[in-house]
């Protein structure tokens, strides 16, 4: 079993920056495949970044890439997502996922454990 908790969210300015952090314990980190997906009111929860087991490979959303980026420290088994440039369009329930067994992925299905979500919101 893997735990997931989430820190670091909170209202931001347009234009600001965040930094999400995600703790897990229960498993031997490095081999987790991590990820961000967030969930915004009335919509379905959408992918924002991955990174692979080693931290090297990593993935964007479209609409977040080139503003936001992830990266991880194994050492301190943990996940982070540096948020840069926010939009109003950021806000929403950001969560941390884990998936076994694989190198890096980007679809929801594929994790197997989830964080319970911080909240994000940007104001215009």
């Known amino acids: 079993q893997v735990r997931l908790v989430e820190s670091g969210g909170g209202l931001v300015q347009a234009g600001g920056s965040l930094r999400l952090s995600c703790a897990a314990s229960?498993?031997?980190?490095?081999?987790?495949?991590m990820g961000w997906f967030r969930q915004a009111p009335g919509k379905e929860r959408e992918f924002v970044a991955a990174?692979?087991?080693?931290?090297?490979?990593?993935s964007y959303a479209d609409s977040v890439k080139g503003r936001f980026t992830i990266s991880r420290d194994n050492a301190k088994n943990t996940v982070y997502l540096q948020m840069n440039s926010r939009k109003p369009e950021d806000t929403a329930v950001y969560y941390c996922?884990?998936?076994?067994?694989?190198?890096?992925?980007?679809?929801?299905?594929?994790?197997?454990?989830w964080g319970q979500g911080t909240q994000v919101t940007v104001s215009s």
């Open positions: 996922a884990a998936s076994v067994g694989r190198p890096i992925t980007t679809v929801r299905s594929t994790y197997d454990y």
């Open positions: 229960g498993r031997t980190f490095s081999s987790l495949a």
């Open positions: 990174i692979s087991r080693s931290g090297g490979p990593t």
